[in-house]
């Protein structure tokens, strides 16, 4: 498989010097004689004096999102100098994102079939075949990965194929489950988030009649978003999202104070949906990053408890639903290819022997009250890790890296400089 790269742009950001490196690669890593290919772009970040330090490579959370971009005036990402003290961090747009040959609504004029087929060689077994010709490309022998939420799913695919070429690996919020299936993930989700919503309504029960009555609006087609949407019961409740963040209860109850026939309130709703237009793959390919061998069939819809549908106060999380594809605008072009992938069966690519085998080291963030990634099952998942040590803590969720000193912590808890 040939690979090619491009010219390497370097520029200055204040204090920072940024390389810009474009692979080009193929877009079926697993058969040679498939000629398609892709681009893949990483920045390499480096501080002054840092020239030297080993690499960290940054994979984004999503799936469906590139990685974000270095900046100093402040830091941008917030982790970015806790990283920068240690490593030059090379921040890679995986596949299908950023500037990464991206997928966006232009690509649907292939149709569906090409479109579906298309997909299938975006997922995470792809993203460490890009990672593998990005460190080739870079010189390295052994790198470092930090992966957060879906980064971490990746990162546990590349410890399952490649872990001779990662020195220590770090994870926040994405010790994602390697045996369980889809059906099992998103149950468990349902009752972090029926946990979630008792807990925000015990702190303002006055949004128990408050929700209700927006659902009623929702039902009867009375709340309509600026983009034009109209917000069914379903995609309304997903704004439940936010208390999986460290401060996300704010933006919920702010939201929920206003009057829902004010712009204020339809804005803010639209802002508050945890999944839009500007990522496609993050609605329609959500569900394949916890299909470890498993056809996927919109699993989330399939296993909604019975009191989910009895009270329609209770919030969702990343629980997507088939009906988007009919109600959100920026969702109808993918109807087809969504319904598509939904019934495709998603091959294997964690091993939980090879992960058993790998002598892994690094250190991970397990937030306990995570509606997106499980303790139960992250645990599950580092009892394969033995030299991954945990940092299990209610102090963060899910967005724990980038509201606090999570990564300083990790890597001074991988390189044993503070007690577990």
Known sequence: MTISAAPVLRRRMM??????????????????????????????V???????????????????????RALHAPAAP?????????HRVVMIDQRGTGRSTPVGDGILSRGTDAVAEHLTHLRADAIVRDCEAMRAHLGVERWNVLGQSFGGFTT???????AASIDRAYLTGGLSTVTRTPDEVYALCYDKMRDASERYYRRFPEHRDRMRRLVD???????????GEVVSPSRLRSVGSAL????????????????????????DLAAAMPFGGRNPLYFVFHESSYANGHVTAWSAERVEPADFVEDVTLFTGEHIRREWTETVPAFQ??????????????????????????????????????????LEYSLETAALLPGIRLWVTSEH?????????VLEHLVDLAHDRRMR
Do not use: C, K, M
């Open 78 to 86: 917030s982790w970015l100098d806790q990283a920068l003290a240690h």
């Open 244 to 267: 999986g963040t460290n401060d996300g209860w704010q933006s919920l109850w702010q939201l929920l104070e206003q009057d829902p026939d004010t712009n204020a309130f339809r804005y």
């Open 217 to 227: 609006l929702a039902a009867a087609g009375d709340i309509v978003l600026p983009g």
């Open 15 to 44: 204090d920072l010097t940024l390389e810009e490196h474009t692979l080009t690669v193929p877009l079926v890593w697993s058969d040679p004689d498939d000629g398609r290919t892709i681009d893949v772009f990483a920045s390499v």
């Open 333 to 374: 072009p993918w109807r087809d290819v969504a319904l598509s992938l939904a019934e495709h069966a998603w091959p294997r690519i964690y091993d939980p022997a090879a992960l058993a085998a790998s002598d892994a080291r690094g250190a991970a963030s397990v937030y306990v009250d995570d509606p997106y990634v499980p």
């Open 397 to 405: 969720q899910h967005n724990g890296l980038r509201a606090g000193p």
């Open 46 to 68: 480096t501080r002054e004096g840092g020239e030297d330090l080993p690499y960290l490579v940054f994979l984004q959370g999503g799936p469906g999102s590139e990685a974000p």
């Open 156 to 162: 546990l695919a590349y410890l399952s194929t490649d």
